[in-house]
């Protein structure tokens, strides 16, 4: 009889035991769980919207061509502007109007400028004042990169919104016009 009631002791004991290791299983569970939900909080988001940020360096590295955007009406057309003694050359001499996207390249050793002026006025009637063009009176100025933005070597590019007409692309310091620094730029 005592053999059997210490047989059913232990029995109880034995299942009260693991009772508690089945709960510390549970919660060691949910604390899986919890864990599992806290990482992907903590990590999963931030490289989410990472990985989705417009500003993501890493994904700029890589060029991805969007044909459709490209062709869209609304697209900054690029011109390359070629800047030597004495001489602007342009990679193309008719662009559409609307945002237009000037790369300048001082190929040159001395340092340039580049002036964008719209004006109607040919070649042989473009006011000059000193050894300069005379900007005030040739046209309207829309844009300018600054010598000191475009010394020998440097690239440097302006973005301006062009209006149909025709354009002067020019290097205005002392002489330099009057030297052969200018080209013109039809827009349509
Ligand atoms: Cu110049």
Redesign the pocket.
């Known amino acids: 009889m005592i053999v059997k009631k210490l047989n059913f002791c232990n029995l109880y004991l034995f299942y009260n035991q693991n009772i508690k290791i089945y709960s510390y299983y549970k919660r060691y569970q949910q604390l899986n769980k919890l864990n599992f939900k806290f990482c992907l909080t903590v990590i999963a988001t931030p490289l989410l919207l990472w990985a989705c940020s417009p500003n993501n360096t890493s994904r700029q590295a890589t060029p991805t061509s969007f044909p459709v955007a490209q062709q869209n009406s609304s697209a900054v057309n690029k011109v390359q502007v070629t ?1 030597k003694e ?1 001489a602007v050359q342009l990679s193309k001499s008719t662009v559409p109007a609307g945002p237009v996207e000037f790369v300048a390249n001082n190929q040159g050793n ?1 340092d ?2 580049m002036v964008v002026i719209k004006t109607d006025l040919p070649l042989d009637q473009l006011p000059l004042k000193g050894d300069r063009l005379d900007e005030d009176k040739a046209g309207k100025k829309f844009g300018e990169i600054e010598e000191d933005e475009l010394t020998s070597g440097a690239t440097k590019t302006l973005t301006v919104n062009l209006t149909p007409g025709r354009y002067l692309i020019i ?1 205005n ?1 002392p002489g ?1 016009f009057q030297a052969g ?1 200018r080209t013109f730029l039809t827009v349509k």
């Open positions: 800047i004495m001395l340039h400028e290097c310091l330099h620094m």
